[in-house]
Structures are given as C-alpha cells and as structure tokens.
C-alpha cells in the first residue's frame, strides 16, 4: 500500500514537471540580467546596455568612473538603450550601468584602449591648427584615416559580440541544473535512509 | 526580482544570509523522507521557472513560482529554493553567490507567509474558495516577494516607495499569471492527487 502510494506521487509530480518543460521549450530561451557593452571609437566611448532577453535597458543610470573609484560623469541610457560619452580623462574606465530594481552590471575599458584614442584625438586637433593646405599625406594623417575606416568597419563585428554577450542560458545548462538536483534529491534520500536503518537496527537490538 | 551582485551592502547581505539560514534548518527539520521528491521537484520548477519571460509590461520580467512552492512545502520551500537559486548563480549567471542568502529569504519568506495564509483554505474547503484561496496565494507571493526587494534595496536606493512601485507594477501580469497557474495546479491536485495538499483529503484517505 505505502510502496503504491509513493509510486504515484513520483508519476504525478514527474507529469507536472515534464508539462512544465514542455511549455517551457515552447517558448523561447531567455534569461534574466542586465548587460551593458561598451567600445571606443575614435574620441568616444559608446555603450549599450540591454537586459538578456534582449530587451533593451531603457532611461537608465550609468555612472562612469576612473581607475581610482572617482565619478567621472553620469548619464541615462536613451530609449535604444544606449549612452554615448566623450573620453573624459586619459585612464581606465570602470562604466556601471544601474537599471534599478536591484539590477546592476559593469564594463571596463583598459588604459591602453583609451589611450590609443587619445592620441588619435590629439593627433586630429594638431591637424586641425597646422595648414590645411599639403598636397602630400602626412603619415599622422594616414594613420587618422586608417583608424577611421577600420572603425566603420568593425561597427558591425562589434555589434555582432554584444549580441552574443547577451545570449541566454543554453539548453545544456538547464537540463544540467535539473540533474543537479535530483542528484541532490538522491543523495538526501540516501542520508536520512541511513539514519533510518541505523534508528531500525538499533532497535533489533 | 534577482538581486545582483555588489548591489547591496554587507550588514543586508548578512542579514538576509542569517535569516534565510534560519528558514532552511527549519525546512530541512520538516523535510522527511517522502517529502524529498517533491521538494526536488517543485525545485527544479522553481530553477526552470526563471527563464519563461513574459513580455507584457515595462520591465523584464519572468515566472517564480514561489506561491505553489510555498503551498505545496511550507517551510520546505526554503531548501527547495536555495537550491534553485545556487544553481541559476553558478550556471545563469542570475543572482550571484553572494547574495544568495538574501535572495533566498525574498523568494521563500512570501511562500511560507502564504502557506500560513492560505494552505488551510486551500486544503479545508471545496470549490469556489478553494480555488480563490490558490489564486491569491499565488498572486500575493509574488507581491510579497516584491515588497522584500523592495526593503532589501532600502539601503542602496534611498527612496523606499518608488522602488516597491516601481516592482509590484513591473510585475503586476506576473502575479495574476501565477494566480492562475497556482489555480490550475491546486484545481489538478484536487481531483488526481489530493494527499498532496494533505487537509481533509489527506486524512480520510
């Protein structure tokens, strides 16, 4: 009789569960944290921020700090989710993005990337103020023009990791998470069984 | 409604790990032998949970199943959750590890109040109020989940009201998503395994 009853537990729970896969399956795999992703390109740093389900981030804070912990500047996140800001200061940046509710993520961008920027920006500037007219290419402009192609031309690449930076769970992930725990489930079964057997030969004796 | 990482400050995180300690050594005392699967599973629901999104709303939000876990468990819910919620930090990247404490004491408090709440209507009565009694629990522990956030964020956010506003709004379609499928599961037990929700049915069989 108990051996009966417990047998029909474990079919009607493990019903309830595959139904709950099988809705599951049908729709699609999302998951639920926040991303920002950000790239320089020439003086400015862009940033996306999106939650990954691919909903996009939408008026929210993100702060932007130097490699020593001070706030640089602060923005909101326009309805694209994005936030574009001009380098403010020469150093590693730390960009915090604040989506509220407890939903926080970062992104940090080396020194040497920033770096490189500026000087390509200061380079520009030095152009600017030198005579325009020069029949020749400098070699400073060349490099300017190579760094502003190979930019347009990257866009989409980059675009292409933020998208798989945001890409869900994947189905071996969960189907594992589950093992896990009926692996769990088997080994608490097997403690308290112990318990049991020892508490019944006990009282044998 | 996962917390993430570095969002809250240390004397919060120890508090919510302290209390959710507490809730779990009082489920485990609970957990007895034929409980087990049934914990597992309604803890891989739990863990599956997370992924549905449901796309109405301002924010992004999904299932959390934390009503049925803490009808069907009570106290047991706490262990059952914890579980889930390790298993979404390691593998989803949802949450993370050090706020699992907290996290846990957010999902499975709402259940256990619930089961207080709830579970004798549930089980005791037939019909129309039974099922009432399954619709609001599913709906409140979602909004109670979302109050505890709220409070937790208390620290961080400053302005109380806005952000539990701000969360119970985002997650209004949730709770009535959860009303219903709290229903359906208690409507489905009733009839095919009512020893499950234990009450009178449990009793004369």
């Given at each position: 009789m108990e051996k009966r009853h417990n047998s029909t537990i474990m079919y009607l729970l493990i019903l309830f569960f595959v139904s709950i896969l099988i809705i599951f399956t049908s729709l699609p795999v999302l998951a639920h944290k926040v991303i920002i992703f950000a790239w320089v390109e020439g003086d400015t740093v862009f940033t996306e921020s999106k939650f990954s389900d691919g909903k996009k981030a939408i008026n929210s804070q993100v702060l932007v700090f130097d490699k020593e912990g001070t706030q640089l500047l602060e923005g909101k996140t326009n309805n694209k989710g994005e936030f574009s800001f001009k380098i403010p200061k020469l150093t590693a940046l730390r960009i915090l993005l604040n989506a509220g509710m407890g939903h926080k993520a970062e992104w940090k961008i080396p020194e040497s990337e920033i770096k490189e920027a500026g000087s390509i920006s200061e380079i520009k500037r030095a152009g600017e103020s030198s005579?325009?007219?020069?029949v020749g290419l400098s070699k400073e402009e060349i490099k300017e023009l190579i760094e502003e192609s190979l930019d347009r031309k990257l866009r989409p690449i980059i675009r292409m990791m933020t998208e798989s930076q945001s890409k869900g769970p994947s189905i071996n992930e969960i189907i594992g998470g589950i093992g896990y725990i009926f692996g769990l489930m088997g080994v608490a079964i097997y403690f308290k069984n112990r318990g049991k057997r020892r508490r019944e030969v006990k009282n044998e004796n | 409604m996962h917390i993430s990482e570095g969002v809250l400050s240390a004397p919060v995180l120890i508090t919510g790990a302290a209390l959710a300690a507490v809730g779990i050594s009082v489920g485990l005392k609970k957990m007895d032998y034929e409980k087990i699967p049934q914990v597992a599973v309604l803890s891989s629901a739990f863990f599956v949970a997370?992924?549905?999104?449901?796309?109405?709303?301002?924010s992004s939000v999904h299932l959390i199943l934390n009503g049925i876990n803490g009808l069907l468990l009570g106290w047991m819910c706490f262990p059952s959750i914890l579980v889930a919620l390790a298993l979404q930090a390691i593998?989803?990247?949802?949450?993370g590890i050090t706020v699992l404490g907290i996290n846990t004491m957010n999902m499975a408090l709402p259940g256990v109040i619930c089961y207080y709440l709830f579970s004798r209507l549930v089980n005791r009565e037939r019909g129309l109020i039974s099922l009432a009694a399954a619709f609001s629990c599913g709906l409140l522990s979602v909004f109670f989940s979302g109050i505890l956030v709220a409070l937790s964020l208390l620290f961080t956010e400053q302005s109380f009201m806005s952000v539990a506003k701000l969360i119970v709004v985002a997650h209004l379609p949730i709770m009535i998503i959860e009303g219903i499928i709290t229903l359906f599961c208690v409507a489905f037990l009733h009839r095919v395994k009512p020893e499950l929700l234990g009450g009178i049915y449990g009793k004369t069989t």
């Open positions: 005579q325009p007219i020069n | 997370s992924l549905i999104h449901v796309p109405i709303g301002p593998l989803f990247q949802f949450g």
